[in-house]
């Protein structure tokens, strides 16, 4: 059936260090692909979005390339800073109702 | 704009007690989806729907999960009776502004209800 994996945490780096998470897929077609995030005390909240192959999102810094040759999203950012610290979900989108299918989520923590 | 709000934001019952949740999606969202967070998990769609129609129930516990959306807009989840399984953090989600356009549709989410069952 239809799934995200998503690399496990917690994974611990230095302000200013280089993040990758790792997020593949299984489905059928071609879904939309998400990264949400959860602050601490928050609710989720959409961090970017891509909608076909090959397409970029990016906000705040973060960025995700759909490959469809390799069925993975995996979000990057080039220096975290401390406010990053969150936990990150990678989700996927069917094309027929519209419900999230959701990884398992890698909590991310930033040390000064 | 308002944002998803959902309450309470904390419940703790025992088991074979009855809990019930509220939602109130964005103003003119007519898609609204309930998730269920086990802790450690990702979440997970319980139903959906569309205006006041169920599009998606496939993973609701009928025999204990209830849910409606009356008018189209506020809904509530019940669960009925408990049991400890069901200890989670329940969100509820809204998209499209009119109906639904599209995969890609951006949810918003509410802060959560966080269900303890003893």
């Known amino acids: 059936g239809d799934s995200v994996t998503q690399m496990e945490g917690p994974v611990t780096l230095s302000e200013e260090a280089f993040l990758t998470i790792n997020c593949t897929y299984t489905?059928?077609?071609?879904?939309?692909l998400f990264w949400y995030v959860q602050y601490p005390g928050e609710g989720l909240q959409l961090l970017l979005k891509?909608?076909?192959?090959?397409d970029k999102g990016s906000n705040k810094g973060f960025e995700a390339t759909y490959r469809k040759e390799t069925t993975s999203f995996h979000l990057e950012k080039g220096s975290v800073q401390v406010s990053d610290s969150a936990v990150y979900f990678c989700?996927?989108?069917?094309?027929?109702?519209?419900?999230?299918?959701f990884g398992q989520g890698t909590e991310l923590s930033v040390k000064p | 704009e308002a944002g998803v709000a959902q309450s309470p934001r904390y419940k703790i019952i025992e088991k074979r007690q009855s809990v019930a949740f509220w939602c109130n999606p964005i103003?003119?969202?007519?898609?609204l989806y309930w998730y269920q967070q086990i802790l450690g998990q990702g979440p997970k769609l319980l139903i959906q729907?569309?205006?006041?129609?169920?599009?998606?129930d496939s993973q609701l516990p009928k025999d204990r999960f209830s849910a409606e959306r009356l008018k189209g807009v506020d809904s509530t989840l019940k669960i009925q009776p408990a049991k400890l399984e069901d200890s989670a953090v329940y969100l509820c989600?809204?998209?499209?502004?009119?109906?639904?356009?599209?995969?890609?549709?951006?949810?918003?989410f509410g802060p959560g209800t966080r269900l303890t069952v003893l």
């Open positions: 989600a809204s998209s499209s502004p009119q109906t639904y356009t599209g995969p890609a549709d951006t949810q918003y």
């Open positions: 103003s003119g969202h007519a898609t």
């Open positions: 891509a909608t076909k192959a090959d």
């Open positions: 489905a059928t077609g071609y879904p939309s």
């Open positions: 729907f569309q205006n006041n129609g169920v599009v998606d």
């Open positions: 989700a996927h989108c069917d094309n027929q109702g519209g419900k999230l299918i």
